[in-house]
C-alpha cells in the first residue's frame, strides 16, 4: 500500500518535534543532577527561556542564523542535525511499515539509538537508562509486532549480549585492559531484542568494520597508538538502523554468497 505524500509530510514534523526532545534528552540525561523534563528549554549559555519561535524545530536555527537571540552564542549544529535525522527516520519509517505496530515501536528504537549515538560520541558511555528499558521493550514489541518473533526475538537479546560479552573477556585476558565498555554489550543485546537474531551478523560485521577503519584514522591523527579510544555504540546504531530499512536486500544477498552464487 502506498503511503499518502501528506501523511509522509505529517510523519517528518512529528519526527522533528521528537527530534527536538532528544536534544533536550541528549543535553541533560548524562548529567545526574539535570531532569528531561524541567525547566523548560533555555539556552545553555546564558539561560534565558526560549519563546515559542525560538524552539521551532529546524526553523528557528535557520531564521535565528545559528546564534542564540539573547546572548548571540553559536548554537551547535549539532540541535537542527538531530532534528532533521528524526524527521527523515519518521518519514522512512511511515513509507516502509505504514500506520502500524510496527511503525510505532520502531520510531521508539530509532529514537532511542540516535540518541545514543549523540552521547556515546559526546560523552563515550551508553546510558542504561535507554539500554536496559529498552531490552525489555523490544521484547515486548516482538509480541504484538509481525517484523519480528518472539523466539527471535529473545535469541537475540542473549547472544547479542553474549557475543560482545566474550569479546569483551578475551580482549581483557590477552590485554589486561577494557577494550569495550558493558554499554556496548547491552546495546547490542536491545538490538537483537527489537531486530531478531537474524541482524546480528550483518550488525556486528559492518560496525566492526567501520569502527575498525575510523579507529585506524584516529590512530593515525592522534598518535597514541594502541591507547586511542573510540566509542563503538555509534556503529553498532548505525548498522542496525542499516539493517532496519534494508534487511531485505541484506538477507537477500547473503543467501545468495551461502549458495555460491554471489559474488
Same mark, same amino acid.
Given at each position: 500500500?502506498?503511503?499518502?505524500?501528506?501523511?509522509?509530510?505529517?510523519?517528518?514534523?512529528?519526527?522533528?518535534?521528537?527530534?527536538?526532545?532528544?536534544?533536550?534528552?541528549?543535553?541533560?540525561?548524562?548529567?545526574?543532577?539535570?531532569?528531561?523534563?524541567?525547566?523548560?528549554?533555555?539556552?545553555?549559555?546564558?539561560?534565558?527561556?526560549?519563546?515559542?519561535?525560538?524552539?521551532?524545530?529546524?526553523?528557528?536555527?535557520?531564521?535565528?542564523?545559528?546564534?542564540?537571540?539573547?546572548?548571540?552564542?553559536?548554537?551547535?549544529?549539532?540541535?537542527?542535525?538531530?532534528?532533521?535525522?528524526?524527521?527523515?527516520?519518521?518519514?522512512?519509517?511511515?513509507?516502509?511499515?505504514?500506520?502500524?505496530?510496527?511503525?510505532?515501536?520502531?520510531?521508539?528504537?530509532?529514537? @532511542?539509538? *540516535?540518541?545514543? %549515538?549523540?552521547?556515546? $560520541?559526546?560523552?563515550?558511555?551508553?546510558? /542504561? =537508562?535507554?539500554? +536496559?528499558?529498552? #531490552?525489555?521493550?523490544?521484547?515486548?514489541?516482538?509480541?504484538?509486532?509481525?517484523?519480528?518473533?518472539?523466539?527471535?526475538?529473545?535469541?537475540?537479546?542473549?547472544?547479542?549480549?553474549?557475543?560482545?560479552?566474550?569479546? @569483551?573477556? *578475551?580482549?581483557? %585476558?590477552?590485554?589486561? $585492559?577494557?577494550?569495550?565498555?558493558?554499554? /556496548? =554489550?547491552?546495546? +547490542?543485546?536491545? #538490538?537483537?531484542?527489537?531486530?531478531?537474531?537474524?541482524?546480528?551478523?550483518?550488525?556486528?560485521?559492518?560496525?566492526?568494520?567501520?569502527?575498525?577503519?575510523?579507529?585506524?584514522?584516529?590512530?593515525?591523527?592522534?598518535?597514541?597508538?594502541?591507547?586511542?579510544?573510540?566509542?563503538?555504540?555509534?556503529?553498532?546504531?548505525?548498522?542496525?538502523?542499516?539493517? +532496519?530499512?534494508?534487511?531485505?536486500?541484506?538477507?537477500?544477498?547473503?543467501?545468495?554468497?551461502?549458495?555460491?552464487?554471489?559474488?
Amino acid at each position: 500500500m502506498t503511503t499518502e505524500p501528506i501523511l509522509l509530510i505529517i510523519a517528518a514534523l512529528f519526527g522533528a518535534i521528537v527530534g527536538s526532545f532528544l536534544n533536550v534528552v541528549i543535553l541533560r540525561l548524562p548529567k545526574e543532577d539535570q531532569s528531561v523534563v524541567f525547566p523548560a528549554s533555555h539556552c545553555p549559555e546564558c539561560l534565558a527561556n526560549l519563546r515559542w519561535y525560538e524552539n521551532i524545530p529546524i526553523l528557528s536555527y535557520i531564521f535565528l542564523r545559528g546564534k542564540c537571540n539573547h546572548c548571540k552564542t553559536a548554537i551547535s549544529l549539532q540541535y537542527p542535525l538531530v532534528e532533521l535525522v528524526m524527521a527523515l527516520l519518521s518519514a522512512a519509517l511511515l513509507y516502509k511499515f505504514n500506520l502500524s505496530i510496527a511503525f510505532s515501536g520502531l520510531f521508539i528504537f530509532s529514537g @532511542a539509538l *540516535l540518541v545514543i %549515538i549523540v552521547i556515546d $560520541i559526546h560523552h563515550q558511555i551508553i546510558p /542504561d =537508562i535507554i539500554s +536496559l528499558p529498552g #531490552i525489555v521493550m523490544g521484547v515486548a514489541f516482538s509480541l504484538f509486532s509481525n517484523t519480528v518473533t518472539w523466539q527471535s526475538s529473545l535469541i537475540g537479546l542473549f547472544v547479542g549480549g553474549g557475543v560482545l560479552y566474550a569479546v @569483551a573477556t *578475551l580482549y581483557f %585476558i590477552l590485554r589486561k $585492559i577494557d577494550g569495550m565498555g558493558g554499554g /556496548d =554489550i547491552k546495546l +547490542l543485546a536491545m #538490538i537483537g531484542a527489537w531486530l531478531g537474531w537474524q541482524s546480528l551478523p550483518f550488525v556486528i560485521f559492518v560496525s566492526s568494520l567501520t569502527g575498525s577503519m575510523i579507529g585506524l584514522l584516529a590512530m593515525f591523527y592522534q598518535k597514541k597508538g594502541g591507547h586511542t579510544r573510540i566509542p563503538f555504540g555509534p556503529f553498532l546504531s548505525i548498522a542496525a538502523l542499516l539493517y +532496519l530499512f534494508f534487511s531485505e536486500q541484506i538477507l537477500f544477498f547473503f543467501q545468495l554468497y551461502l549458495n555460491g552464487e554471489w559474488p
